[in-house]
T-cell receptor, first 114, second 112 residues
Framework: DAKTTQPPSMDCAEGRAANLPCNHSTISGNEYVYWYRQIHSQGPQYIIHGLKNNETNEMASLIITEDRKSSTLILPHATLRDTAVYYC???????????????FGGGTRLMVKP | DAGVTQSPTHLIKTRGQQVTLRCSPKSGHDTVSWYQQALGQGPQFIFQYYEEEERQRGNFPDRFSGHQFPNYSSELNVNALLLGDSALYLCASAEAGIYGYTFGSGTRLTVV
């Protein structure tokens, strides 16, 4: 079973920041938060991951609350090409056999509008 | 550098038949996982192969089997196809011990 809760859909205006929330209230201390996205008719694409600290890369920023029970993925300047389903995933560390698999939930369908 | 390559891209099979799907991992990757994605749902983990052995398996029946070859490529076999096996089958590869999977674009299987 997925260990995360996400809103099923969100809209965002082109050029504005898209803030996608994720609730993972049962996360364990050594589990990571991962974000993937899936554009229509393609395989999921890795975006970013984090453990405790906020993370930023060329695609997005990940903000994890201090109690680690929730996180937010931020796309700073959304474009039409960012329209996709975004998945928030909690993953055990790789030294745990369960860390080999990704457990996807339903994700958030982000629609970026002109 | 080619990413994960899957073949075929689309496939139509009849109920009861058998099917084989193929995956070539990204260069430098030695671990291959397979996922099933039904329409409108998130991908579901089928199994993972490393060093030519199945290392972990999701909640799928024995009709689903796989193989990994010495060159790290992999096959997914599904026997006695059911209508409910219609889905997008995704292959993902990674370098053992390294976070982050690279997914292929998938094989769309339709069972009629």
């Amino acid at each position: 079973d997925a260990k995360t809760t996400q809103p099923p859909s969100m809209d965002c205006a082109e050029g504005r920041a898209a803030n996608l929330p994720c609730n993972h209230s049962t996360i364990s201390g050594n589990e990571y938060v991962y974000w993937y996205r899936q554009i229509h008719s393609q395989g999921p694409q890795y975006i970013i991951h984090g453990l405790k600290n906020n993370e930023t890369n060329e695609m997005a920023s990940l903000i994890i609350t201090e109690d680690r029970k929730s996180s937010t993925l931020i796309l700073p300047h959304a474009t039409l090409r960012d329209t996709a389903v975004y998945y928030c995933i909690v993953r055990p560390p790789l030294n745990n056999n369960a860390g080999n698999m990704l457990t996807f939930g339903g994700g958030t369908r982000l629609m970026v509008k002109p | 550098d080619a990413g994960v390559t899957q073949s075929p891209t689309h496939l139509i099979k009849t109920r009861g038949q058998q099917v084989t799907l193929r995956c070539s991992p990204k260069s430098g990757h030695d671990t291959v996982s397979w996922y099933q994605q039904a329409l409108g749902q998130g991908p579901q983990f089928i199994f993972q192969y490393y060093e030519e052995e199945e290392r972990q398996r999701g909640n799928f029946p024995d009709r689903f089997s796989g193989h990994q070859f010495p060159n790290y490529s992999s096959e997914l076999n599904v026997n006695a196809l059911l209508l409910g096996d219609s889905a997008l089958y995704l292959c993902a590869s990674a370098e053992a011990g390294i976070y982050g999977y690279t997914f292929g674009s998938g094989t769309r299987l339709t069972v009629v």
